[in-house]
């Protein structure tokens, strides 16, 4: 069972990947797989562009007595000479790195300061060549425990981003910067930069591999598609590569968006059901424990693949206050996330409806479903209801929506010709310098296509959050929409004071649902759970009795009062009304989506 978002250590990640859009700049495509040309145990060459570019970084993996040690990394600068550089210098780089610091040739220190303390060093060139050599060191770990995203430098093993690892120097963001590796003889190392790009764009790249890394390939149409995974999950390797790529290639066939090259690093996490992922330029660092189930990885990869055209592609976020567009920005995507994985055949009719009832459950039950838009804009950092709403009220808007179009132009336009047509809108703003944010091209596009003014729909569901429903044909007639009632949820005591103490159970309900299961306040929990508030779910925690003992006190968090919400049910008996496939627009999906068997209608 995926714990993605468990309480509270994956939670917080949870809470950062859905703010920042942890994939921010996914590979916009992927070839289809056609011919399989997996290409195991060859190393991905990084190609040698050779000191042509005015900024080249080389990266050496280090040995001394056959042990890897770390990394050289060597920074070649065309410049004026006599002129100044400034380098951002990354804070992590500062903890890993070697007590000979930065070594300059070329030119000089200003202030002497080998060991920056405001992340900045200045350099004076002497000649129109400086190069700038650091030492990364390696903790000589052979652990495999990456359980963050952050820089990991182990014994056989290392997996470092280039905002973490590289300095780079100010005020030349759009000049051509190129990166290479050079590995230990029988290492395999990677890296999602395959040639120059602007030097604002090199902190975007990831260096991963090591002597248990391996590359599987796919290459269609001239554009490839490279995974870097580690041995231990080579088992999951091929599936992997094989899901990765006909989703993104759903996904891309479905905005009209020319093939690209895509790479995909694999970094196994020591906690088997924790994952998470990562955008880069031109593809996606993912992090997977052994035990995370396919459904869920998918999931994560088709819903960050999707961000980027939602918002990225549609006009972008707004300069500021961009989680006020979050209803958009997350709402949409989770609602074209679940319609592509089932129409690309990766998802059953039955996984498209669970993902629908647990959205739904969230949003029914959340104790914040009717917050107005503001609030998700001041505290979606710092609490998980506030976060998750405009997932679910900006998906369950979207189908809304998409039916309101449908019926008001007699089904010629839907949402899905109103986002393409807004991207060709957000092209043409780009071109001509225009800013126009995703959230304020949409109703605009919107109205120009279907004569709807959504002024009114977003004033009273957006900004003032009112209960949205949805109607019993907005998902079309293969399912129904059903109202469960159920008791609230109470946990009987403060989940977030407890995380807050450190696990020391605080602010116990008297007669409440935890006290009557033998809980009691100042009881040393171990809490591992995914919130919720639905009182379906059995809660359980670890006490802890002292002496290294514990017992488990599990119950159902029921309080007084109910709640009731909407649920799909798939129709046991399919009109004929109901096509193969329970998706909303499915009529508008692409043909060219892979064919999947489809179940006989029952007349
Ligand atoms: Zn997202």
């Known amino acids: 069972m995926s714990r993605q978002n468990h309480f509270p250590a994956v939670a917080l990640i949870a809470l950062l990947v859905s703010t920042y859009g942890v994939v921010p700049t996914l590979a916009e495509s992927l070839a289809p797989v056609m011919g399989d040309q997996a290409n195991n145990d060859i190393a991905a060459s990084l190609p040698m562009l050779g000191r042509t570019y005015p900024i080249h970084y080389q990266i050496s993996t280090e040995r001394v007595a056959e042990r890897f040690t770390g990394l050289l990394v060597r920074l070649d600068l065309s410049v004026e000479p006599g002129s100044t550089t400034t380098l951002d210098v990354p804070d992590q780089l500062t903890s890993h790195l070697s007590a000979s610091g930065f070594v300059i040739d070329g030119g000089d220190w200003i202030g002497g300061g080998a060991v920056p303390k405001d992340d900045k060093l200045a350099l004076k060139a002497a000649s129109p060549h400086v190069t700038i050599t650091y030492h990364i060191l390696s903790d000589g770990s052979e652990d495999l425990n990456a359980d963050s995203q952050h820089m990991v430098l182990h014994a056989n093993w290392f997996s470092m981003r280039g905002d973490e690892s590289l300095v780079i120097p100010e005020g030349r963001g759009t000049a051509s910067a190129s990166v290479d590796v050079s590995e230990l003889p029988g290492w395999t190392v990677t890296s999602n ?72 690093g694999l970094i196994e996490l020591k906690d088997d059901a924790d994952f998470s992922g ?79 009832n647990i959205s739904l459950a969230r949003y029914g039950t959340s104790p914040v479903k009717t917050a107005p838009n503001s609030r998700i804009l001041v505290d ?79 004033g009273r569901f957006i900004d003032r959050g009112e209960s949205l429903s949805l109607g019993p044909d907005t998902l079309g007639a293969c399912v129904t929409v059903n109202i469960v009632t159920q008791p609230v949820f109470d946990r009987g005591f403060d989940l977030h004071a407890t995380f807050k103490a450190h696990g020391v159970l605080t602010g116990l309900e008297s007669g409440g649902p935890a006290e009557k299961a033998g809980l009691r306040e100042g009881d040393k929990l171990r809490i591992d759970e995914t919130p919720t508030n639905d009182s379906r779910v059995t809660l359980s925690y670890r006490v802890d009795d002292g002496d290294g003992q514990s017992h488990t006190v599990s119950y159902r968090p029921i309080g007084t009062g109910t709640v009731s919400f909407q649920q799909l049910a798939a129709r046991a008996i399919r009109p004929k009304t109901c096509s193969s496939n329970v998706a909303w627009g499915w009529k508008s999906a692409p043909a060219t989506l892979a064919k999947r068997p489809h179940r006989k209608e029952t007349p």
């Open 193 to 264: 930069l395959t040639g120059p790009v602007p030097l604002s764009q090199v902190g975007d790249s990831i260096f991963l591999g090591g002597s248990n890394y391996r590359v599987m390939s796919r290459t269609v149409s001239g554009a490839t598609f490279r995974l870097a995974y580690p041995t231990a999950l080579s088992n999951k390797a091929a599936a992997l590569l094989d899901a990765a790529s006909t989703i993104m290639t759903a996904e891309r066939r479905f905005w009209g968006t020319p093939a690209k090259p895509v790479y995909i």
């Open 380 to 458: 979606r950092q710092r609490d998980y209801d506030v976060n998750k709403l405009p997932y679910d009220r900006g998906r369950i808007l979207a189908v809304i929506l998409d039916q309101k179009f449908r019926t008001k132009t007699h089904g010629r336009v839907g949402l899905d010709d109103v986002l393409r047509a807004q991207m060709l809108d957000a092209k043409h703003n780009e071109k001509a310098a225009r800013v126009i944010s995703a959230d304020q091209l949409f109703p605009e596009v919107a109205k120009r296509l279907t004569g709807l003014d959504l002024t009114d729909d977003l």
């Open 278 to 356: 990562r955008g880069l330029q031109g593809g996606f660092s993912l992090y997977l424990g052994d035990a995370v189930e396919h459904k869920s990885w998918l999931r994560l990869i088709a819903h960050e693949n999707l961000h980027n055209w939602i918002s990225r592609s549609i006009g972008g976020f707004p300069a500021t206050d961009s989680n006020l567009e979050a209803w958009l920005n997350e709402g949409f995507t989770e609602a074209y996330t679940a319609r592509l994985l089932l129409s690309s055949g990766l998802w059953t009719e039955q996984d498209y409806i669970d993902d629908w």
